[in-house]
């Protein structure tokens, strides 16, 4: 079983990733969500969701964006208040690039830098995995994640009942098979909706 989870290298404080947007089925990894067009050049605001940016965003990149995974060539990249500011090889107006409002963009997994650490993940790897507590009791399927900025919360979805809510804490969270397909945790009091405090 690896590692206890701390931190995910691919995600920004508050934002939610659930497990039908991280394309998980096609095994690919989200770095960035289009925003919505500025200006009349076909440029597009991007909300930047990767470390490295500037690995990923640069004339001549090749992305893929939204669930049809269309690949696009970025003609430009500049700074922004709100990210970076792109736009598109074939698509040199505003009415061109309004199709890819509010859209993903992601990168093949096998393209992503491996975890440095054993403590580090990528949501699609975890997404979907069956929970379990430490006597084998089946919680649910992982199908949120939310960063809070102070830790990672997992929500499960069981299979009746209100969404369980589990810090990413090593006191909750021991850890993960990736091959068995299950989150392993630990209850602490409190977390389930049908607990007391005691």
């Known amino acids: 079983m690896s590692q206890r989870p701390r931190a995910s290298r691919h ?3 508050g934002r939610r990733i659930h497990v039908d947007d991280a394309h998980r089925a096609a095994g690919r990894i989200i770095i960035g969500r289009l925003r919505k067009p500025h200006g009349v050049r076909g440029e597009m605001n991007l909300e930047v969701l990767t470390d490295h ?6 004339p001549g990149a090749v992305i893929f964006v939204g669930p049809r995974q269309v690949p696009l060539t970025l003609r ?14 074939g698509y040199p107006d505003r009415n061109a690039v309004e199709i890819f409002r509010n859209q993903w963009v992601t990168i093949p997994a096998e393209e992503a830098a491996a975890p440095e650490a054993d403590d580090e993940y990528y949501d699609f790897e975890l ?26 919360v997992f929500i499960v979805q069981p ?3 209100p969404p369980i809510l ?20 630990r209850l602490l009091p409190g977390l389930l909706p049908d607990q007391g405090d005691t």
């Open 159 to 161: 299979e009746s009942g």
């Open 127 to 152: 997404l979907g995995l069956q929970v379990v507590t430490e006597d084998g009791r089946v919680l649910g399927p992982l199908v949120e994640i939310l960063e809070t900025g102070a830790n990672d």
């Open 53 to 58: 940016p500037e690995a990923r965003f640069y």
């Open 11 to 13: 995600r920004r404080a």
């Open 76 to 89: 430009s990249v500049r700074p922004s208040r709100q990210g970076l500011l792109v736009a598109f090889e």
């Open 166 to 185: 589990l810090p990413v804490i090593d006191e909750v969270v021991r850890g993960w098979d990736l091959e068995a397909g299950r989150i392993v945790v």
